[in-house]
Nanobody, 123 residues
């Protein structure tokens, strides 16, 4: 059974950086595509960024282009969301999730979710 566990959230000032981690267990066929999704209080969930099985990055949120990237460390079974120049509007609970596809197709339906980690951008 695949499990995803996020970590690395916290309080950061505007313009600051954070790196979120998504640690996976139970992967028996290698990495599928993994998507980072966020949900701000009172708002709908929003797809942010996806990394495919082949390490391609697909952006779902235009607002994070040029500021967020995603990478993977296979040795640590972990996917990272690197967030730079953070803005108050980035405040949300961030989740990693997978639909077990190889590519980032953006269907928005995921089979496994992590528990989420809170990111708060405030001075």
């Amino acid at each position: 059974q695949v499990q995803l566990v996020e970590s690395g959230g916290g309080l950061v000032q505007p313009g600051g950086s954070l790196r979120l981690s998504c640690a996976a267990s139970g992967l028996t066929l290698g990495w599928p595509a993994v998507t980072w999704i966020r949900q701000a209080s009172g708002k709908e969930r929003e797809g942010v960024l996806c990394i495919s099985k082949y390490d391609g990055n697909t952006y779902y949120a235009d607002s994070v282009k040029g500021r967020f990237t995603v990478s993977r460390d296979n040795a640590k079974n972990t996917v990272y969301l690197h967030m730079n120049n953070l803005k108050p509007e980035d405040t949300a609970v961030y989740y990693c999730a997978t639909d077990f596809l190889d590519y980032c197709l953006g269907y928005g339906s995921y089979d496994v979710w992590g528990q989420g980690t809170q990111v708060t951008v405030s001075s």
